[in-house]
């Protein structure tokens, strides 16, 4: 059973790196202000890039972060244990905090260097506040991770009915002129040189990491620790491991549909009105952040019923040498991506493909994850970068998988 729980996890790990992936490359293929709008998208809105987008919006945006983060809560109670009693309490949490440093570095490396849109260090600063929570009950977790993300989007919804109040709409044309031309700006940059697109990508990791801990409040930690919060308390009742019951899986996959159809529908009336206001657009998108932890764990619902199912199955297993090898697979995106897009890197398409050969090139990085891991795993303990990264925290580990030796004849 513990083998199973372990695959299963990995299995949702799995499943929220690639579809993390279908919302990233927008923003490493276009400026980060423009690359999820549906009007300001610079290559237009041909119906087969608008069809991308819809999809993207309505069943990958935000849900696959939620899930990441829930199951990196989760992380914290496999590496640092479920509280501080116990003779191993002190060992462990000395390597929690040590996994947690290194991770803040490899992602500000990360963010600097390779690829601007970085999570990695927020997951690392939140989760050394999250840690000190390892040892509440499972119903504490949830009420603290849940009711911080209801205040959290009763926040955006008070501002968003503020600005409504103030007249809503869109900036000025004189404003929207001036951002515009800062985003061609920036775009230059980012199809230029590789010096242009390093320093560009720098400048604005570091703008955007800078923004997110200095706002008031700073709203997208505060996000990521109700996640983990969350996934914390679902992880020590069994939710994420498959020990539930069935119908309360059931209950989540129903959950999940229902918030689907809902941001569907709002989703697609901003689409279809020839004006494409501001309001129904705000409107969607509150309800796409608001609703994000429904629809992850309805996928959680989903991936666990899969599991139980001769047809189905097959789906969890695939995915589970993606998942065991998340932290090699989500850098290595950011790799391929920054290659394929970014000015003097490679083929330099940054600013000059639409959606459908973003969506395309998706799919091929998925298909090469999936069959990469599954190769790597077969003949190792764990992925590359996963092996470099305990070497900061855990020291030496043995990487190739031992061979299984043939029984001496009698």
């Not at 390779?114 to 119903?139: C, E, F």
């Not at 809503?168 to 061609?184: I, R």
């Not at 689907?260 to 494409?276: D, F, K, N, R, S």
Request: net charge positive; glycine share 10%.
């Amino acid at each position: 059973m513990v083998k199973d729980r372990i695959v299963l996890l990995d299995s949702l790990r799995g499943l929220a790196v690639l579809g993390i992936l279908l919302c990233n490359i927008p923003i490493s293929a276009e400026p980060h202000e423009v690359a999820t709008s549906l009007t300001l998208w610079p290559l237009g809105m041909a119906p087969a890039s608008v069809a991308v987008w819809w999809v993207t919006q309505v069943f990958f945006q935000q849900k696959f972060y939620s899930m990441f983060a829930m199951l990196f809560g989760a992380s914290i109670l496999l590496v640092g244990g479920e509280g501080d009693a116990g003779p191993d309490a002190g060992e462990r949490r000395r390597i929690l905090v040590l996994r947690l440093v290194s991770l803040l570095a490899i992602g500000l490396f990360h963010g600097l260097v390779i690829w601007q849109g970085d999570v990695l260090n927020t997951y690392a600063i939140v989760g050394l506040l999250a840690m000190w929570a390892r040892s509440w009950p499972a119903k504490r977790l949830l009420q603290a991770g849940i009711g911080l993300h209801l205040g959290l989007s009763a926040w955006g919804a008070w501002n968003m009915l503020k600005h409504a109040a103030e007249g809503g709409g869109d900036p000025p044309p004189a404003a929207m002129a001036k951002f515009l031309a800062q985003v061609h700006a920036d775009s230059a940059q980012y199809a230029g040189s590789f010096a242009q697109s390093f320093v560009q990508n720098a400048r604005d990791y570091w703008d955007y990491v800078s923004a997110s801990f200095t706002q008031w409040p700073p709203t997208w930690p505060l996000l990521v620790l109700s996640l983990m919060l969350i996934g914390m308390g679902l992880y020590k009742l069994g939710v994420l491991t498959g020990k539930a019951s069935t119908g309360l899986y059931r209950g989540l996959i129903g959950a999940g549909l229902g918030a689907l159809v809902i941001v569907g529908m709002a989703e697609t009336l901003y689409m279809v009105l020839p004006t494409h206001p501001w309001a129904p657009r705000a409107m969607a998108r509150w309800l796409q952040s608001a609703t994000a932890p429904v629809v992850s764990l309805g996928y959680v619902g989903l991936m666990m019923l899969a599991a139980q199912a001769k047809v189905w199955k097959a789906i969890p297993a695939v995915l589970a040498p993606v998942g065991q090898m998340a932290f090699t697979n989500y850098l290595s995106q950011s790799i391929l991506m920054t290659i394929l897009l970014y000015g003097g890197r490679g083929p330099g398409l940054y600013g000059k493909v639409d959606r459908p050969f973003l969506a395309g090139a998706v799919a091929v990085i998925w298909l090469l994850q999936i069959l990469w891991s599954r190769w790597w795993m077969a003949r190792f303990t764990m992925g590359p970068l996963e092996w470099l990264w305990r070497l900061a925290y855990r020291g030496p580990m043995p990487l190739r998988r031992e061979r299984p030796t043939a029984p001496v004849p009698a």
